[in-house]
């Protein structure tokens, strides 16, 4: 059975918030509020704060696989990010924070077991910035055949031509071993032992779940933020 390293994950409650509020603004010159009312006119540079101000959210209670499931702009993204700061797990891609969110994370609080270190959190940037190089690579290998090609090219042509080559020194030993093995090859075997191999193209859904195959493994705890993105719903 699959083991629950996070049993539950509580955000902090609006008594919390505003005391919150009552100390971080005690401290600044000029700053006033009239009452709870006038506390809540704070601006996004907050963020998270006032966020779930509103909802009375619960503690969340966590099975071996736990869905946040919500509408967009609802907060299922902030709360992972809230919980992968509080377990401070691996993360790779840039996600919204303010100066005040290391604050709210502070107030948040969680029960369960100890987190292992090979516990990550993935985005769909993740996954994203994962397709993209696998273009970008793939992009560098198709230009570096057609630089083998015009080296092939280019040496078949001296060797043709009747153009001696001159051993002067062991820096042209290189030049020597390129024109024997155009000599002794095609093109296409000339530049198939030369260039690096083109990963296999896959659609985005086949490349997406190949990444999620490779990234996550047993015995730890996985945040997935939108693992959907380009994947059917069985997988």
């Known amino acids: 059975m699959s083991a629950t390293y996070l049993k539950t994950f509580r955000l902090p409650t609006r008594q919390q918030e505003d005391a919150f509020y009552d100390w971080k603004y005690a401290e600044i010159e000029g700053m006033k509020y009239g009452g709870g009312r006038d506390r809540l006119n704070v601006g996004a540079g907050e963020y998270p704060f006032r966020l779930f101000y509103y909802k009375n959210m619960p503690a969340f209670e966590f099975e071996p696989v736990t869905i946040l499931y919500g509408g967009n702009g609802s907060g299922k993204s902030t709360i992972l990010n809230l919980i992968a700061d509080k377990l401070d797990v691996r993360r790779t ?45 793939n992009d560098g290998v198709v230009n570096r055949r057609y630089e083998l090609f015009e080296e092939y090219a280019e040496e078949k042509a001296r060797s043709e031509s009747g153009e001696v080559f001159y051993m002067r020194s062991l820096e042209d030993y290189e030049g020597l ?21 083109e990963l296999r193209e896959r659609s985005n859904g086949e490349s997406a779940f190949r990444y999620f195959t490779e990234a996550v493994g047993d015995n730890a705890l996985y945040l997935l933020d939108e693992p959907e993105n380009s994947l059917a719903p069985a997988l």
């Open 177 to 197: 071993k390129k024109r024997i093995a155009v000599q002794r090859s095609t093109r296409s075997e000339y530049t198939r032992k030369r260039a690096p191999e």
């Open 93 to 137: 891609s840039a996600y919204n924070r303010s100066d005040f969110f290391g604050d709210y994370v502070g107030l948040c609080e969680h029960e369960g077991r100890i987190i292992p270190k090979e516990s990550r959190i993935i985005t769909s940037d993740d996954v994203f910035n994962y397709l993209l190089d696998i273009r970008c690579l």
